[in-house]
C-alpha cells in the first residue's frame, strides 16, 4: 500500500521544521503515526492562540492598580459575608456577580468599575462600621450604578454623603430594602444622580433641602417611609416619576406639582393629603399612570382628565371625591379604579364604549340609574367590571355577555330586578361572578353551568326560586358557592360530590329538603365551610371524610334526628359546629371533646339527655334546652327533675303548714277555755 506524501515539512511553534521520509514504507509508517499526530497537534496550535488572544484581552480589560487594589479590598471585606462567593479570577471586571466593567474614559486600552451591585448580600450599619466598606467605595471615581438594596443598613456615614468622590458620576444609586431611619439623607452633593430609590426604609421626618440642586433627576422613589410634612416642591424639573406613596405626607397638592410637565408616573397614595385636586392638571401631557388612592381628598374628579391623551391608569379609591364621573374619562384608560369614595348620580353614558378598558372598578360609591350601553364588541380587553355596592337599578343588560374576555363579574349590592340574563353564558373566560343582594327573580339559569373556568359564584340575597339544577354540578372549578337567602326548593343532588375543589359552600336560608346526600363524603378535601343552616333537612348527618380541611359546620334549624355521630369527632380542624334547633337525640359523645380546634358548639334546643362531657374552657359551649346533666356536678339535676323536686317541696311545706295550724288552733283553744272569767287585765 501506498501513500501519497502532501505535507514534507511541518512547522512547529518553535520555528524548528521536520522533514519526512521519502522512502514508501518508512514513509507509510510515519504517514499513519503523523496522522494519529496531527489532532494533537491543531489542538496544541489552537490552545497556543487562544493563550496568546486571552492574554491579549486580558490585558485590555485591567483595571488601573489603584482600582485594581480598591476592589481586591472590597472583596476581602465581602469575604466574611456568608452569601458572598469569591472568585478566584484575578481580575474583578470577571466578578460579573457584583461588578460591571467597561472601557475606561481616559483610555481605550484599559477599563474602569461602573457598577457595583451588592443587593442582598447581608450587609448593615454593624457589620461594617469598623470596615473602610464605604471608604472603598467612595474612591471608585468612575462608579455610575450603586446598588445596596435588601441589606440591613441603618444609616449612611457622614463622609459618604459629605466627602465621596464617587458622589460626582454616581447617576444611580438604590438602597431599597433598608432599614435606614431618622430624616432624608442629605445626597445634594450626589449632582448626578439620575435615579434614587430609598423606598421600603423607615425614613420619617420632613423633606427641606436633603434633594436641592439634583438637577438631572428623573425618578425618585420614597416609598413606604414614615416621611411626614408637605409634599416637596424643589425638585428636578427633569423629574419623569415621583413616588412618594405609603408615608405621611400630609395638607394638599400644591398647584406646582403640575410644573413637573416630563411627569410619566405620580404616585401620592396611601398618604394623609387633603383638600381638591387643583386645576391644571390636563398639563401633564406626558402623564401615563397617577395613583392617589388612599388620602383624604375631597370635591369632584377633574373635569378635563380625558385630554391627556397619553394616561392609561388612574386610581383614585379610598378617599372622599363626590359629585359625577366626568364625561369621556374612559377614553384613553386601560385601568379606572375610583371604588370607595362617595360619587353619585348617573354613570357617564360613554363609560363602556372604548376599547381600551381593561379594568373598572367603582365598588362602593352611590351612583344610581342604568348600566350605560355596552358596546361589547368594542370592550376585548375588559377583563374586570365591578360596580357593587352602589344603587344601580333596572336590568342587567344581556350585552354584558358580549365583553367576551370578562374574567371577574362584580354587580352585588345593587337595586337590580329582573332575571339572571342567560346571555352571561358567553363569557367563556369568567371566573368570579357576584349577582348578590339584589332583587333578582326567577329560576336559576342552568346556562351558566357553560361557565367552565368559573371559581366564584354569588347569587345569595335575592328572590331567586325553583330547584337547584343539576348542571350548576358540572362547575368542577367551583371554589365558593353561595345560594343562601333565596326561595330554592328541593334537594342536594348526588352530583354535588363532583365539586372537587369547592371550600366554601352556603345555603343556608332556602326552601331545600330531603336528606344530605352521603355523597358530599366525597366532596373533596378542600371543603373549609358547609352552611345548610334555616332550611328542612331530615334524617340523619351523613358521614364525613377524616381528611376533610372543614372548620365551620352549620346544620342548624333543619329537621335532623337521631343521635349524634361520633364520625364529627374525626373533623380535627373543626372551629364551629352548629347542630342547634333540631330533633337530635341521645348523649353527648365524650369524643366531641377532642375537637382541638373547637371553638363554638351550639346543641341548643334538641332532645338530648345525659352528661354534658367536659369541654376546654376556651370552648363556648350552648346546650339549652335540653334534658343534660354538667359533667362538673352529676347531681345536678335536670329541668325536669328539678321541677318534680319543685313540686315536691311545695306539697311538703303545704303540709307542714297545716300541721303546725292545727296545733295552734288547739293551743289557742285550751287557753281560752282555761281562761274563762277572768279579766283581761288581771291575767
Not at 592 to 615: A, E, R, V, Y
Given at each position: 500500500m ?8 511541518l512547522?512547529?511553534p518553535?520555528g ?10 518508512q514513509?507509510t ?8 499526530l496531527?489532532p494533537f497537534l491543531?489542538c496544541f496550535?489552537l490552545n497556543i492562540?487562544s ?7 486580558f ?9 485594581n ?9 465581602l ?5 458572598f462567593?469569591?472568585?478566584s479570577n ?5 466578578w ?8 475606561s474614559s ?5 477599563s ?6 451588592l443587593?442582598?448580600y447581608?450587609?448593615?450599619?454593624e457589620?461594617t462600621k469598623?470596615t473602610?466598606f ?5 474612591q471608585?471615581d468612575?462608579?455610575q450604578l450603586?446598588n445596596?438594596?435588601?441589606?440591613n ?5 457622614v463622609?459618604?454623603?459629605?466627602n465621596?468622590t464617587a458622589?460626582?458620576r454616581?447617576r444611580?444609586?438604590?438602597?431599597t430594602f ?8 442629605n445626597l ?27 438637577v438631572l433627576l428623573?425618578?425618585?422613589n ?12 424643589n ?7 415621583l413616588l412618594l406613596s405609603?408615608n ?5 397638592i400644591p ?12 404616585d ?7 383638600g ?12 401615563k399612570?397617577?395613583f ?5 381628598l375631597?370635591?369632584g ?7 391627556i391623551k397619553?394616561?392609561?391608569q ?5 378617599n372622599?371625591?363626590n359629585?359625577?364621573i366626568p364625561f ?6 386601560q385601568?379606572?379604579d375610583?371604588?370607595?369614595n362617595n ?14 378598558l381593561?379594568?373598572?372598578?367603582l365598588?362602593d ?19 374586570r ?13 344581556g350585552a354584558?355577555?358580549d365583553i367576551s374576555?370578562l374574567?371577574y363579574?362584580?354587580l ?5 330586578e329582573g332575571y339572571?340574563?342567560?346571555?352571561l ?5 369568567l371566573s ?6 339584589n332583587?333578582l ?25 325553583g330547584?337547584i339544577?343539576?348542571?350548576i ?7 365558593t ?13 348526588p ?9 366554601f359552600?352556603n ?13 358530599i363524603?366525597n366532596i373533596?378535601v ?5 352552611q345548610l343552616?334555616n ?7 351523613p358521614?364525613m371524610?377524616?381528611n ?12 335532623f334526628?337521631?343521635?349524634?355521630p361520633?364520625?364529627l369527632s374525626?373533623?380535627?380542624?373543626l372551629?364551629?359546629?352548629d347542630l342547634s ?5 341521645g348523649?353527648i ?10 371553638t363554638k ?6 332532645q338530648?339527655t345525659?352528661?354534658?362531657p367536659k369541654?376546654?374552657k376556651?370552648?363556648n359551649?350552648?346546650?339549652n334546652?335540653?334534658?343534660?346533666q354538667n359533667v ?11 321541677r ?5 317541696f311545695i ?17 289557742v ?9 277572768v ?5
Amino acid at each position: 500500500m501506498s501513500f501519497t506524501l502532501s505535507i514534507s515539512l511541518l512547522y512547529l511553534p518553535s520555528g524548528r521544521q521536520i522533514k519526512l521520509s521519502t522512502d514508501p514504507e518508512q514513509e507509510t509508517m510515519k504517514s499513519c503515526s503523523i496522522i494519529l499526530l496531527l489532532p494533537f497537534l491543531l489542538c496544541f496550535l489552537l490552545n497556543i492562540c487562544s493563550l496568546v488572544e486571552g492574554r491579549s484581552n486580558f490585558s485590555s480589560s485591567q483595571l488601573s492598580e489603584v482600582q485594581n487594589n480598591i476592589m481586591f479590598n472590597l472583596s476581602t471585606i465581602l469575604s466574611h459575608q456568608p452569601s458572598f462567593k469569591t472568585n478566584s479570577n484575578p481580575n474583578p471586571c470577571s466578578w460579573t456577580s457584583w461588578v460591571k466593567c467597561s472601557t475606561s474614559s481616559s483610555s481605550s486600552s484599559s477599563s474602569e468599575v461602573i457598577g457595583i451591585n451588592l443587593s442582598e448580600y447581608g450587609l448593615s450599619t454593624e457589620t461594617t462600621k469598623n470596615t473602610s466598606f464605604f471608604s472603598l467605595l467612595c474612591q471608585i471615581d468612575s462608579l455610575q450604578l450603586l446598588n445596596l438594596s435588601h441589606n440591613n443598613f441603618e444609616s449612611l456615614p457622614v463622609s459618604f454623603m459629605s466627602n465621596c468622590t464617587a458622589r460626582l458620576r454616581l447617576r444611580i444609586l438604590d438602597i431599597t430594602f433598608n432599614q435606614l431611619s431618622g430624616q432624608l439623607p442629605n445626597l445634594s452633593q450626589f449632582t448626578s444622580l439620575v435615579s434614587l430609590n430609598l423606598s421600603m426604609n423607615k425614613l420619617s421626618g420632613k423633606i427641606d433641602r436633603q434633594l436641592h440642586g439634583l438637577v438631572l433627576l428623573t425618578s425618585l422613589n420614597l416609598c413606604y417611609n414614615s416621611i411626614t410634612g408637605n409634599l416637596p416642591m424643589n425638585l428636578s424639573s427633569a423629574l419623569e416619576e415621583l413616588l412618594l406613596s405609603n408615608n405621611k405626607f400630609e395638607g394638599s397638592i400644591p398647584g406646582e406639582m403640575f410644573k413637573y410637565v416630563n411627569l410619566t408616573v405620580l404616585d401620592l397614595s396611601q398618604n394623609q393629603l387633603n383638600g381638591f385636586i387643583p386645576d391644571g392638571i390636563e398639563g401633564l401631557q406626558k402623564l401615563k399612570k397617577i395613583f392617589l388612592s388612599g388620602n383624604n381628598l375631597t370635591g369632584g374628579l377633574p373635569p378635563k382628565m380625558s385630554m391627556i391623551k397619553t394616561l392609561s391608569q388612574f386610581a383614585a379609591n379610598n378617599n372622599n371625591f363626590n359629585g359625577r364621573i366626568p364625561f369621556g374619562i374612559t377614553t384613553n384608560l386601560q385601568f379606572l379604579d375610583l371604588s370607595y369614595n362617595n360619587l353619585s348620580e348617573d354613570l357617564p353614558h360613554d363609560l363602556l364604549s372604548h376599547g381600551s378598558l381593561e379594568h373598572l372598578d367603582l365598588t362602593d360609591n352611590s351612583l344610581g340609574g342604568l348600566i350605560p350601553a355596552i358596546l361589547g364588541n368594542l370592550l376585548t380587553n375588559l377583563k374586570r367590571l365591578r360596580l357593587g355596592q352602589n344603587k344601580l337599578n333596572g336590568s342587567i343588560p344581556g350585552a354584558i355577555g358580549d365583553i367576551s374576555g370578562l374574567m371577574y363579574l362584580e354587580l352585588n349590592d345593587n337595586q337590580f330586578e329582573g332575571y339572571i340574563p342567560v346571555q352571561l353564558q358567553k363569557c367563556k373566560n369568567l371566573s368570579l361572578l357576584n349577582l348578590a343582594g339584589n332583587n333578582l327573580t326567577g329560576a336559576f339559569p342552568k346556562e351558566l353551568a357553560n361557565l367552565a373556568k368559573l371559581e366564584v359564584l354569588k347569587l345569595q340575597m335575592n328572590n331567586l326560586d325553583g330547584s337547584i339544577p343539576g348542571e350548576i354540578y358540572q362547575l368542577v372549578n367551583l371554589n365558593t358557592l353561595n345560594l343562601s337567602r333565596n326561595s330554592f326548593i328541593g334537594e342536594i343532588s348526588p352530583l354535588i360530590s363532583n365539586l372537587k375543589k369547592i371550600a366554601f359552600l352556603n345555603l343556608n336560608d332556602n326552601k331545600l329538603g330531603g336528606q344530605i346526600p352521603d355523597s358530599i363524603d366525597n366532596i373533596g378535601v378542600y371543603l373549609i365551610e358547609l352552611q345548610l343552616a334555616n332550611n328542612k333537612f331530615n334524617g340523619s348527618i351523613p358521614q364525613m371524610s377524616s381528611n376533610s380541611q372543614i372548620t365551620t359546620l352549620n346544620l342548624s334549624s333543619n329537621l335532623f334526628m337521631g343521635p349524634l355521630p361520633e364520625s364529627l369527632s374525626l373533623l380535627h380542624n373543626l372551629e364551629v359546629l352548629d347542630l342547634s334547633d333540631n330533633n337530635f337525640t341521645g348523649d353527648i359523645p365524650s369524643s366531641f371533646t377532642k375537637l382541638g380546634s373547637l371553638t363554638k358548639l351550639d346543641l341548643s334546643n334538641n332532645q338530648l339527655t345525659g352528661i354534658l362531657p367536659k369541654f376546654p374552657k376556651y370552648v363556648n359551649v350552648i346546650s339549652n334546652g335540653n334534658d343534660t346533666q354538667n359533667v362538673t356536678n352529676p347531681n345536678t339535676p335536670t329541668p325536669s327533675q328539678s321541677r318534680r323536686k319543685i313540686d315536691s317541696f311545695i306539697i311538703i311545706v303545704v303540709a307542714v303548714c297545716s300541721c303546725v295550724g292545727i296545733s295552734l288552733f288547739s293551743g289557742v283553744l285550751v287557753i281560752t277555755v282555761l281562761g274563762l272569767g277572768v279579766p283581761i287585765c288581771e291575767r
